[in-house]
Nanobody
C-alpha cells in the first residue's frame, strides 16, 4: 500500500508564500502523474497543478498560473508545490494525489477521478 503524506500548510498573510510537500511511502512507487488539488468549504475539489512523473510536463489552473510552481524529486518520491503571492481565495484544504494505474495516460490529469492515491490534506489559510 502506498501512503501520501503532505506537509507545509499553515496560515499566511496575503502576498506571502508557502511550500507544500508530498512524500510517497510504502511499496515500490512508480507514479504516472501526481497532482495537487484543493477544496474550499462548500465547493468541489479542483485541480491546482499536475506533473507527469517521467516527462516532467506540467499543468496549472488559470487561477494559480504564474504564482504556483509544481516540481518533483524522483529519488525521494516527493512532489512539491511552491505557492507565491498567495491570495485569500487560495484558502482551502490542499490534497496531493497520485496516479499509479495509468488513468491519466488516456484521460486528463486535471480530473480527480483519474488518481488512485490521495493524501490526508493540509490546510492553507490566507488572511490578514
Amino acid at each position: 500500500q502506498v501512503q501520501l503524506v503532505e506537509s507545509g500548510g499553515g496560515s499566511v498573510q496575503p502576498g506571502g508564500s508557502l511550500r507544500l510537500s508530498c512524500a510517497a511511502s510504502g511499496r515500490t512507487f512508480s507514479p504516472i502523474a501526481m497532482g495537487w488539488f484543493r477544496q474550499a468549504p462548500g465547493r468541489e475539489r479542483d485541480v491546482v497543478a499536475t506533473i507527469r512523473w517521467s516527462a516532467g510536463s506540467t499543468y496549472y489552473a488559470d487561477s494559480v498560473r504564474g504564482r504556483f510552481t509544481i516540481s518533483r524529486d524522483n529519488a525521494k518520491n516527493t512532489v512539491y508545490l511552491q505557492m507565491n503571492s498567495l491570495k485569500p481565495e487560495d484558502t482551502a484544504v490542499y490534497y496531493c494525489a497520485a496516479d499509479s494505474v495509468g488513468h491519466t495516460i488516456v484521460g486528463s490529469t486535471v480530473s480527480p477521478g483519474n488518481y488512485n492515491y490521495w493524501g490526508q490534506g493540509t490546510q492553507v489559510t490566507v488572511s490578514s
